[in-house]
């Protein structure tokens, strides 16, 4: 197992109170797994994704551990976390196309930054420039700035960039989400590939997009509301869904194939609001299952080898 | 590049032309005989003089050949360089009585100008780090924005010129000496620049360390600053990278408080007496010098111009930004 987080709880402090967007997170990523984090907006896979690596001012860490490879993550010590960031976690953010410093040709910047992180530029250099090969880019993009670039380039040097020190954790936020179909697949294909050389270890993938990750994640973790609903083989997890809120997302989706012309029916219900969440299950609300017990929070019980599933319905309990 | 520039100079030849034909509209369409008051504004006494001045006058002025002919006339005569004999100093042309008066303005304006923005930007930047210099900095960057620079002009003449007497309150150099390249006329010169430079220095320090402060606390916020920061870049890299971004908008913001600046140091002579433009405009209201005040009004819309454009140029050489604009606009 590369990475174990446990029970973890992150809130964010606001002038109304304490906005609960990590509540007790707990799952396990194995070497060199692809796992897409799926959910609604809102349901805290950022928060999740940034409580991996940095917590920003307003984030607290309230409660839970993190440990990759065996080693504490220290993620409420932010001097402390220094040393593991970009040498051993890394994120392509949700803003990739925001990331680099406008004013600064993009070579001279990712110079800047190695060496600021105590890495000779000319050690990583070779590999610099075949990374930028495999994901489609000349080398002359180092010469360039940042606004000469398309959107789908600009993810893409974000994307080398974060890898370049190969850390053994990469968290991908949306790295799809603003591109054209083709330009998607692509990014993804070149992600795999990265992992598949080692560049990265383990990966977290979020994304709105079931297809995709169906495609090519090994796992896919559900996120409602700040809890994990599911978590599972990517196959399993779509063929075979145990907690109602998953089945309703994935039946909320177009079936492969076919082409009914109908509307997406959606999920009817929004979230519960995070500030100040109800207790027990927090799907209770939009549950057509929805039963006494749910008004008690249903742990995460293993229904099948590696499947994961917090539901009273779900067999098991 | 070149089409940009070009477009660039074309806009500020026709700010130029504007400002030329409002100026020679003025004096003409303002109602009464302008020759008249300003004779008679202007204490001459010598009757044979009153007489050639009136003549004169009524020459450049050609009353009688019609509007078109007058206005080309003018600028025939701006483009020779002359822009007729000041009233007030009369024979003098008014061409020299600005000349004389210039360097003075440029003394006080360009280290005014520039030093008030290099510290004040050092400042702003510094308050950015400290909840402690924010809480002090901040407040008294408020309240030298807000002073006028008359009444700190004043205050400063007051404190440090009449009460505690360090340093002379008006005038260019004692009047007690002649001009001359020796260390005691020098030494006049500079004490009696200090305290209209500092009082101009003080009021624009505190817009630039807020403009400064607010910047980069905005650019440490950005995406590409969280990004760094992600990545487990040291605070000194990313407040390289926001100190220098933060910088853009204030020299744009130089190029917009030009005019403002400009007429501050107008006032800020007027307070002291001191030998520049600002002065001159002030005199030549007094004694109805239209051509000098034409004169100077001229100086100082090429003064901005030109200081505009040498912002401009700057911008471009610094901001990758604009330059990747410009190589799209000519392709
Ligand atoms: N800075 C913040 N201050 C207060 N609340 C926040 C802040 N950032 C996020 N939140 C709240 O935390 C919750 C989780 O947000 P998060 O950004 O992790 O969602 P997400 O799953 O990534 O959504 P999306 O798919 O839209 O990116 C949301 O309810 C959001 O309102
Ligand atoms: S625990 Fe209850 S409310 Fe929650 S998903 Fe299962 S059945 Fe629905
Ligand atoms: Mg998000």
């Known amino acids: ?317 | 590049m070149w089409r940009y520039m070009g477009r660039k100079l074309l806009v500020y030849a026709l700010t130029f032309a504007v400002a030329v034909t409002i100026n020679w509209m003025i004096p003409r369409f303002m109602p009464g005989d302008p020759v008249r008051s300003m004779l008679n504004r202007g204490s001459i006494s010598d009757p044979g003089a009153l007489e050639r001045m009136t003549a004169y006058y009524e020459e450049v002025f050609g009353l009688d050949a019609p509007l078109h002919e007058q206005y080309l006339n003018f600028w025939s005569g701006l483009l020779r360089g002359d822009l007729g004999i000041s009233v007030m100093l009369y024979p003098e042309p008014v061409v020299d009585v600005i000349l004389r008066a210039v360097p003075y303005t440029l003394a006080l304006l360009i280290p005014a100008i520039v030093l008030s923005w290099i510290v004040g930007n050092r400042f702003g930047a510094f308050a950015a780090r400290s909840k402690v210099l924010d809480n002090s900095i901040l407040p008294i960057g408020y309240v030298l924005t807000a002073t006028p620079y008359m009444w700190l002009a004043l205050l400063m003449a007051w404190s440090l010129g009449i009460v505690a007497g360090i340093f002379p309150t008006a005038g260019g150099h004692s009047y007690a000496l002649t001009p001359g390249m020796n260390a005691e006329f020098l030494a006049s010169l500079v004490t009696h620049w200090f305290l209209p430079f500092l009082s101009m220095f003080v009021v624009a320090l505190g817009g630039w360390a807020i403009g400064m402060r607010n910047m980069i606390i905005y650019e440490l916020e950005a995406d590409y600053a969280t990004y760094l920061r992600t990545l487990g870049a040291p605070r000194k890299l990313v407040r390289r990278y926001a100190y220098r971004n933060a910088l853009l908008p204030q020299i744009t913001g130089l190029a917009v408080q030009l005019g403002t600046i400009i007429t501050g140091a107008l006032l800020t002579e007027i307070v002291f007496n001191y030998p520049g433009l600002g002065t001159l405009v002030l005199d030549s209201l007094n004694n109805r010098d239209f051509f000098l005040l034409q004169g100077v009004f001229l100086f100082v819309v090429i003064g901005v111009l030109v200081a505009n454009f040498v912002i401009d140029l700057v911008y471009v050489f610094i901001d990758p930004r604009t330059r990747v604009q410009m190589t799209g606009a000519s392709s």
């Open chain 1, 1 to 317: 197992m590369s990475l174990r987080v446990n029970g973890l709880k992150v809130h964010y402090r606001t002038l109304r109170g304490d906005v609960q967007a990590l509540d007790g997170v707990t799952f396990s990523l194995g070497d060199g797994e692809i796992m897409g984090l799926v959910g609604e907006s809102g349901c805290g896979k950022s928060t999740l994704g940034k409580s991996l690596i940095r917590l920003d001012h307003r984030m607290h860490h309230i409660a839970g551990s993190i440990e990759l490879n065996g080693r504490d993550v220290p993620i409420g010590d932010d001097a402390a976390m220094v040393p593991l960031r970009y040498h051993e976690i890394s994120l392509i953010p949700q803003y990739a196309m925001s990331a680099l410093n406008p004013t600064r040709r993009i070579g001279r910047m990712i110079d800047e930054l190695l060496r600021s992180r105590g890495v000779r530029p000319a050690d990583r250099a070779d590999e610099l420039r075949r990374r930028l090969e495999l994901v489609g880019l000349g080398t002359d993009v180092l010469r360039r700035f940042p606004i000469e670039l398309s959107g789908g380039m600009k993810q893409r040097v974000v994307m080398v960039v974060s890898t370049l020190l190969d850390p053994s954790l990469l968290i991908a936020d949306e790295v799809t989400s603003a591109l054209d179909v083709s330009t998607q697949r692509s990014v993804a294909e070149s992600l795999v590939e990265f992992r598949d050389r080692g560049h990265v270890g383990s990966m977290v993938f979020v994304t709105h997009d079931v297809a995709l990750v169906h495609q090519f994640a090994d796992t896919i973790m559900v996120m409602y509301a700040g809890h994990v609903a599911e978590k599972g083989p990517a196959a399993d997890v779509v063929s075979d869904p145990r907690h109602p809120y998953t089945q309703m997302l994935l039946s909320a989706l177009p079936e492969a194939g076919e082409d009914t012309g109908e509307r997406l029916r959606g999920i009817p219900g929004t979230p519960p609001g995070l500030l100040d969440p109800p207790t027990g299950c927090r799907f209770r609300d939009r549950c057509p299952m929805a039963f006494d017990k749910c008004a008690e929070r249903p742990p995460l019980v293993e229904t099948a080898p590696g499947h994961w599933s917090a539901c009273w319905k779900t067999e098991g309990h």
